[in-house]
């Protein structure tokens, strides 16, 4: 059988689609760890900012040394970048046989067979329905722990920044039926977690004859597949957050007390800016309401800094909101204009460089403080971790996560891979937590 290599950029939506084109692929080709020993390469791409396709162009480059060598090697490219940039890729990058939007993943054997004789081939149709509903990933994460399970694509929010509903058409959601089977499978297969994902999970609505069904129901009913089946979800957008899904999260000791809550920025003004229909009290009213619930939830964000007409005012909004939730953990970007975004047609994108570096550099302190601080409190609790692998850094450490999804590490003992194991936090650092014993 023909090998397939894929390397995967960007989110985690990209690595489970990875595991779908791999399901689509796998009657023709088998998964292959080694380059040089593929005869299909696929990059799945990210064009969320400027820098991440950026990286695809400069690996592209690289690639066509590797084609020299090895005439009959076919290298494709997946994702928003294929979906944003079309048939200009082509163009621009010889090195390509074929490019396939997020919806066409279905075509690419034909794609495949098409560019097979040296015409350059691309199908970036978006649908309105496409879910790879029927299709079970091949899981190429080795672990067999921790797995994503696809629940809705596509995103109908339109942050004025993003080019996600570009790139990814509209949101639509996966049936109940084939999520069940889906868990089932991986029950069965020994996983022991599951992330349920999609742009914004928050608004996952199935209606069948009369009867729909929301997240929260759809999680709850994940839940109860197994109490040793631990449930995660991203990403969540603060204005579907409602009570029921909050309730939800704490009525389960399954379902995980994280919270993956992007903020973007503290300042209304730049909130109304960005399009995302919240406002810094209705945010900091979801935070109470996850906290009066749940003290031990763990809560995390996206910030960007630097956004179009952002004053130094605004800025200090940013800095002053993840002060008072006190993030556990953030993802911090400095704002990079997408072409065909509404920030790029109405906006100027008018803070210098330098700037948007300082405010970031500002922003990733206070984090590395708060992380701090955070894990500071953790040391001397006992907290049930999942085992996912062994430590980079010594063979006799092992790894796992607790319900809040931090790192912990602890001396291996008899323990495995896949078992739950209690733990007391002796000491940390910004980024992990130790339990010595
Ligand atoms: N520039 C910088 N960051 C962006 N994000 C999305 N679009 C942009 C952009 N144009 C960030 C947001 C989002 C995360 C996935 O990426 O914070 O939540
Ligand atoms: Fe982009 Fe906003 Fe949709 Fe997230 S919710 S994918 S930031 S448009």
Redesign the pocket.
């Known amino acids: 059988m023909k090998k397939l290599y894929i390397e995967t950029y960007g989110?985690q939506m990209n690595f489970a689609d990875s595991e779908v084109v791999a399901a689509i692929l796998k009657d023709l080709y088998d998964l292959t760890e080694n380059i040089q020993e593929a005869d299909l390469i696929l990059l799945n791409t990210c064009s969320?900012?400027d820098k991440a396709e950026q990286r695809i162009h400069k690996r592209l480059q690289e690639l066509e040394a590797l084609k020299k060598k090895h005439r009959t090697l076919q290298v494709g490219l997946l994702g928003c970048m294929a979906e944003r940039m079309q048939e200009e890729l082509l163009q621009t990058e010889p090195v390509l046989n074929f490019i396939a939007g997020p919806d066409a993943y279905r075509d690419l054997p034909h794609l495949i067979e098409e560019s097979a004789n040296g015409d350059a081939k691309f199908n970036v149709l978006l649908s309105e329905e496409e879910t790879y509903d029927n299709i079970m990933p091949v899981r190429y994460d080795l672990n067999g722990v921790s797995a994503y399970v696809s629940i809705m694509r596509g995103c109908n929010n339109f942050c004025t920044?993003?080019?996600v509903p570009y790139t990814r058409g509209r949101e639509r959601s996966r049936s109940p039926q084939t999520i069940f089977m889906e868990v089932e499978q991986l029950l069965k297969d020994g996983y022991k977690e599951v992330t349920l994902l999609g742009q914004n999970v928050n608004s996952y609505l199935w209606e069948q004859d009369g009867q729909t069904m929301n997240f929260a129901q759809l999680m709850a009913a994940v839940a109860e597949m197994s109490p040793d089946l631990r449930v995660r979800f991203a990403t969540s957008h603060p204005k579907d957050i409602s009570d029921e899904l909050i309730e939800t999260i704490a009525k389960y000791d399954n379902i995980c007390k994280y919270i993956h809550l992007?903020v973007?920025s503290g300042s209304d003004v730049m909130l109304k800016r960005m399009n995302r229909v919240y406002t810094r009290e209705y945010y900091m009213g979801r935070v109470r309401k996850i906290k009066e619930l749940m003290p031990d939830c763990a809560i995390s964000t996206?910030?960007?800094a630097g956004f179009c007409g952002e004053t130094l005012e605004d800025h200090e909004q940013t800095l002053s909101i993840m002060r008072e939730v006190g993030y556990e953990y953030a993802?911090m970007?400095?704002?990079?204009?997408?072409g065909g975004?509404m920030s790029a047609k109405r906006f100027k994108d008018d803070i210098p460089d330098e700037e948007k570096t300082r405010r970031l550099e500002e922003i990733i302190a206070l984090q590395g403080e708060l992380s701090l601080a955070s894990n500071q409190r953790d040391v001397g609790k006992t907290f049930r971790v999942l085992i996912e692998g062994t430590s980079k850094r010594s063979a006799d450490q092992l790894y796992g996560r607790n319900s809040q999804n931090k790192v912990i590490i602890f001396p291996k003992g008899n323990h495995q891979i896949g078992e739950y194991v209690d733990v007391t936090v002796t000491r940390c650092s910004p980024a992990t937590l130790f339990a010595d014993e």
């Open positions: 989110c969320i900012r920044y993003c080019v992007p973007q996206d910030i960007i993802y970007f400095k704002y990079s204009e997408r975004t």
